[in-house]
Nanobody, 115 residues
Framework: QVQLVESGGGLVQAGGSLRLSCAAS????????MGWYRQAPGKQRELVAT???????NYADSVKGRFTISRDNAKNTVYLQMNSLKPEDTGVYYC?????????WGQGTQVTVSS
């Protein structure tokens, strides 16, 4: 059973930075595509960024140039560095893993950006 545990959320002022981490269980983390999604109040969950097993990345247009996704296979961890945060980045951020067509989600971590 895969477990994903997020950390690093919190309250930050607009223009500030946060780094989210997601630690995954399992010995084949390196084969998985990892991603971050977010859900703002009253809105649907949306893709923020993904990173494949080969290190290819993809970003939502709204975060390009501000957010960076990375992974450390030795630590079974994926990161999301968020810079120049805006109030519209507020939401619950979820870690996602796709491995052999199976999807796994973390519990989420709250990010609040004040104006």
């Amino acid at each position: 059973q895969v477990q994903l545990v997020e950390s690093g959320g919190g309250l930050v002022q607009a223009g500030g930075s946060l780094r989210l981490s997601c630690a995954a269980s399992g010995s084949i983390f390196r084969l998985a595509t990892m991603g971050w999604y977010r859900q703002a109040p009253g809105k649907q969950r949306e893709l923020v960024a993904t990173i494949t097993s080969g290190g290819n990345t993809n970003y939502a247009d709204s975060v390009k140039g501000r957010f960076t996704i990375s992974r450390d296979n030795a630590k079974n961890t994926v990161y999301l560095q968020m810079n120049s945060l805006k109030p519209e980045d507020t939401g619950v951020y979820y870690c996602h893993q796709r491995l052999f067509s199976n999807d796994h989600w973390g519990q989420g971590t709250q990010v609040t950006v004040s104006s």
